[in-house]
């Protein structure tokens, strides 16, 4: 176990209740699983969307040992609270949000960028098929965190190689970051839902064209992308690698260029950072200590997030505004619902890196 400061170490110690305290305000009516993005400053749609927030606090109680607490009644009427937003009438299947879908404006995209994706065989922009596809994949890992399924497979993507392969190649992979991310849903729809392994062979040849061994990214373009596209554009690249039980093309190079800088105050980049260099030492043990001390800085880090009521915000003093184009909160002092999500989670993996296994915290898949 390696050593830190006094401080950090009664802070984590103590940390599983005070955000079980704080979950516990979040709680909304009487179902089990419904909760609030933030406590004070949701909006109307924060206060009737659901299923993004159950699964962001489905996680966070896996993480931190919660679940385990839950009476086996409970578990089942919250996954199935979850099960509920798939509309199993509809061929494809998908998990959708009514409330939530209504709150995402149409894009404002200029009609000469909208002829130019045109001509170029891009797809327009859809900001409400994006959430729906995004938060599907949410549903489906959290189901798959406890060995659950869905009432019925979802298919509302490429069934065939060609088709996958297809689809690959068209997302821009000059910007790995969104590329990386419609990659992963791919290979939790692959893995989750029963698809012939012939699929996921489609995606693991493909990423092996875009790995580059300088640093480690994936990617696409003569140009090595700017540092945050390109660690979490890995970021995203390795959670599809990991839902398809793929190794990790070049972790050593990949280690280096995360140690050149830590991550920014967001909590995004802060889990992001993390879950590469965790995810990498699982294959090597390269730079071990500097990554455990750039981790003990990043403990400090994730606690300047945390608020008066013991949650953790997105950003430092302010909880998430947006998701997915929709306005969920105010953007008060407080903590919210993703922000916990993100940083206990950041600090599940950072527990592993240090060894501290003895708070009994766990890793999710997301």
Same mark, same amino acid.
């Given at each position: 176990m390696v050593k830190i400061d006094s401080q950090s170490a009664a802070w984590l110690v103590g940390l599983r209740e005070e955000v079980a305290g704080f979950m516990a305000g979040l709680r909304y009516g009487d179902q089990? $699983?419904?909760?609030?993005?933030?406590?004070?400053?949701?909006?109307?749609?924060?206060?009737?969307? $659901?299923? $993004?927030?159950?699964?962001?606090?489905?996680?966070? /109680?896996?993480?931190?040992?919660?679940?385990?607490?839950?009476?086996?009644? /409970?578990?089942?009427?919250?996954?199935?609270?979850i099960r509920s937003y798939q509309r199993i009438s509809e061929a494809e299947a998908p998990f959708m949000d009514p409330f939530l879908l209504d709150g995402i404006p149409l894009p404002k995209e200029h009609f000469l960028v909208q002829m130019r994706r045109w001509l170029s065989g891009l797809p327009a922009p859809s900001p409400k098929q994006d959430a729906i596809l995004a938060e599907t994949k949410q549903a489906l890992a959290t189901l798959a965190q406890h060995n659950e399924t869905p009432w019925k497979p979802f298919s509302g993507f490429p069934l065939q190689e060609k088709q996958l392969n297809t689809r690959l190649r068209q997302l821009d992979w000059s910007q790995p970051w969104s590329a990386g991310a419609k990659t992963a849903l791919l290979a939790v729809f692959i893995q989750t839902q029963g698809i012939e392994r012939a699929l996921a062979a489609v995606v693991s040849r493909f990423l092996d064209s875009l790995a580059d061994p300088k640093t480690g990214g994936y990617f696409l373009s003569n140009q090595v992308p700017l540092r945050g596209q390109l660690i979490n554009g890995a970021m995203?690249?390795?959670?599809? *690698?990991?839902w398809l039980e793929m190794p990790i093309h070049y972790p050593e190079a990949l280690i280096d260029t995360c140690l050149l800088q830590g991550p920014p105050p967001a909590g995004c980049h802060v889990v992001d950072w993390v879950y590469v260099v965790h995810r990498c030492g699982l294959q090597t043990d390269h730079r071990l200590g500097e990554i455990q001390e750039k981790?003990?800085?990043?403990?400090? *880090?994730?606690?300047?997030?945390?608020?008066? %009521?013991?949650?953790?915000?997105?950003?430092?003093?302010?909880?998430? /505004?947006?998701?997915?184009?929709?306005?969920?909160?105010?953007?008060?002092? /407080?903590? %919210?619902?993703?922000g916990t999500c993100l940083l206990t989670w950041a600090l599940a993996m950072i527990l592993e890196i240090l060894e501290w296994p003895h708070l009994g915290w766990k890793v999710i898949r997301p």
């Open positions: 089990p $699983g419904r909760y609030l993005p933030c406590y004070s400053g949701a909006t109307k749609v924060g206060r009737t969307a $659901g299923l $993004g927030f159950s699964c962001f606090a489905n996680k966070i /109680e896996y993480t931190i040992g919660l679940w385990d607490t839950r009476s086996h009644q /409970e578990q089942q009427a919250w996954l199935d609270f995203k690249v390795l959670n599809a *690698l990991d981790c003990k800085e990043i403990i400090a *880090l994730i606690r300047t997030h945390q608020n008066r %009521d013991k949650g953790f915000s997105y950003a430092p003093g302010k909880a998430q /505004e947006g998701y997915y184009g929709a306005k969920i909160s105010l953007g008060h002092d /407080e903590g %919210d619902i993703h």
